[in-house]
């Protein structure tokens, strides 16, 4: 997979001149269209990607939701923002809500795609916001800590690439548009750093402060009422679904089947009409 190469995204439908690119608290980020009374929208990608990854769904929100006011960044130590000394996604939360702060945006819709979803979740745990996507994430610890630590050393040592292949594997990036495909590839980019650092409390936090750490954010995204969109790419087993309804009863499921980890990038029309009404 190809290295990353930021801020060539454009929204078909505005003019160019509507774009900027800038670096806000220390975030790389493409700032589209002007603050009116519709929320904001600030769209955060997966591990090891970028913001481009972000580009259909951008041209059919210029066409569905046109002059919308949209962020999109890239995480700490991806594409063109730097690297931080430590990822635990509390920090990433703070550091993207400093961003938002400094781009002037008041109480915006935070959509996180993979391990973002878990970033956009702690956001609205802390921050005002007007409603929260989430893309294709599990909000339960325990069984990806499990798997993560059960490879720990292959993760830690030459391993690596063949482990991250697994990963790979299991998004089912072939259920994509051959497009879309294409996309995935050139922005991913996965340092071995970097993934460990962002799984680094996975791997040695123990697992019971971390399930009640991330109950107590879902209690507290309980408590606001914030609307929260979950987007699926494959049926969700009943279990975790009703877990899910009962730690935040406010959720709404949305299911895109064989759409892989990727359902914004088989459907961007249907992400951008989704994002369109979150929040309003």
């Known amino acids: 997979m ?5 801020g060539e995204n454009t929204i078909r439908g505005q003019k160019h001149e509507h774009r900027q690119v800038r670096t806000l608290a220390g975030l790389a980020a493409d700032d589209y269209g002007e603050t009116d009374q519709r929320p904001p929208l600030v769209l955060l990608h997966g591990l090891s990607f970028d913001r481009r990854m972000w580009g259909p769904v951008l041209d059919e929100l210029g066409r569905v939701d046109p002059g919308r006011r949209v962020v999109t960044f890239d995480l700490p130590g991806h594409g063109e923002s730097a690297a931080w000394p430590s990822y635990d996604v509390e920090s990433v939360a703070d550091g993207v809500n400093r961003a938002v702060q400094e781009a002037g945006l008041e109480s915006p ?3 996180g795609h993979s391990i973002a979803g878990v970033i956009a979740t702690v956001y609205a745990a802390k921050y005002p916001t007007r409603g929260i996507v989430n893309v294709d994430q599990s909000l339960q610890v325990a069984p990806f800590a499990g798997l ?8 830690r040592g030459p391993g690596f690439p063949a482990v991250w292949e697994m990963f790979v594997a299991s998004m089912h990036i072939e259920l994509l548009p051959e497009s879309a495909q294409r996309l995935v590839r ?7 750093d970097l993934v460990l650092g962002y799984w680094l409390e996975v791997l040695e936090r123990p697992i019971e402060e971390l399930t009640d750490l991330a109950n107590a954010w879902l209690i507290a995204l309980r408590a606001s ?20 309804s009962e730690m935040v009863p406010q959720a709404t499921v949305a299911v895109w089947p064989a759409s892989s980890h990727f359902p ?17």
Do not use: M
């Not at 190809?2 to 930021?6: I, L, Q, V």
């Not at 914004?264 to 979150?278: D, F, I, N, Q, Y």
């Open 264 to 280: 914004h990038l088989a459907h961007p029309g249907r992400c951008a009409e989704s994002l369109a009404v979150t929040g309003r």
């Open 148 to 155: 993560v630590r059960s490879l720990a050393d292959k993760l």
């Open 2 to 6: 190809g290295t990353a190469h930021p």
């Open 186 to 192: 050139s922005t991913c980019n996965p340092r071995q």
């Open 109 to 111: 819709v935070i959509v």
């Open 225 to 244: 009422g914030v609307p929260y969109l979950f987007i699926a790419g494959a049926d969700l087993e009943p279990t975790y679904q009703r877990w899910l």
